[in-house]
């Protein structure tokens, strides 16, 4: 009789538990046609089916989760099929399905007239962690004979978490028997706040100017050079190629010396390439010498249509030098061992967590719930300093740029378009020095005057010489 009461009892508070609203987060997430990004049941995100928003664009995700339609399977005999594999930048936001490096990729091919299909397979935030997982649930079924490996930025991310970690404590989750109870979620959530936790914090896109006071590599820098190894060596074991594919920002073609945020991640994936014997295909060269920065960009980090132009160019070159598909690419020798590889010191990547996040800009602003900064005036903190320009000249789009007394950049901005912008300072300077560069070169550069009139821009041709 005891025992059949305590089932009685725990099944009506189960039934109950379960017509409360969520109070721990889901793993699957929320899906809304005005994202691309959903949760995944495995990798933490992925992507919805449907006709989804990307920033003033569309994209097509099909129902395997990938943009762009599915491939033939199985592959025809004697199709050539490249799986592209990265992050946002890779993916194509703010680009049409059309205008995405693969879709440039497969059009230069078949032009040469290699019978070849090019797959989408970049999924925007994704580090080499969540790739891997996505080729072994995936990306290997779609019978790849070559893999165009591009992850870098998500991984070298400051943040919050670090992948390993969500993904284990994800597969965890998954294999308790007392995770399919939603009383369970529910006592585990109420005794973790009890003991003063943080209730099962969502993990969520950082906003503009939210990146974390103590943060690490999403994956650190040996982990990362491994992560690259592995891929490689099991797509040889399957008989499948891979060419690396190095990023470019907007940064790097402005400042072209390494910059220490960076550079050891690019140096890992350049190290791993030579040890096993394997391409690179290197974006920045080509786009510094495609033209003006700002049209090939849709903001500071991901490439606009004429960028991943650019970017097509680079990997068709880059594979017909390599004498593919005549020449497999596959990875040769063992494991590349990442432990002797060394980060930048954390003190020296103090101003990276102020920078944005790749994954900042993957929603539409209006979706976006940003808080008011926090401030703390005991811990010399500041709210953020906004400077307004307007810019009334010039070919759009524009980048626009601001430097401090010391020569020190504090603020970089991308406008569509003529007219009022507000640019975001991260402290206040007692002076500042604004340029303002359109599409085709042309220039307005102004020291601007404390509680002066809205400082006006027309970039021209004959603007001033490059400053900072």
Known sequence: ????????????????????????PSWQGQDSAAVVMVGHPTRLWGMGEGVRQNVDQKATISALGLRGAPPALPRPAGRQRILVLGDSSFFGHGVADDQTLAAQLERRLRAREIDVDVVNGAIPGYSTEQTRLLLDELGWALEPTLLLLGNLWSDSTFDHFRDVDLLRTRALFEGHLLARSRLF?????????????DRGRVIRWPEDGQWPTEGSRRVPLGSYAENLSAIAREAAGRGVGVLFFSPCSTAMLRNPRPDPVWAPYFDAQAAVAAHHGLPVAESCPAMAEAGPIAPQFVDQLHPSPAGLRAWAAVAEGALVAAGWPGAPLLAQGGAFDGSGRVDTPAAALEGHRHMHTPQSQLFPSGERQKPPPKVNPDAGDAPEYPVRIEIVGGQAPYTVRAWGPEGDLVAEATAKGPGELKLKLERVVPALRVRVEDAVGGVDEKELVEDGPLPRFSPTATGSAPGG
Do not use: C, K, Y
Not at 5 to 21: D, I, K, Q, W
Not at 185 to 197: F, I, K, N
């Open 1 to 24: 009789m005891g025992l059949a009461v305590t089932v009685v009892f725990f099944a009506l508070a189960e039934l109950a538990a379960r017509s409360l609203p969520a109070v721990a």
């Open 185 to 197: 979620v529910l006592l585990a959530e109420l005794v973790d706040g009890a003991r003063g936790g």
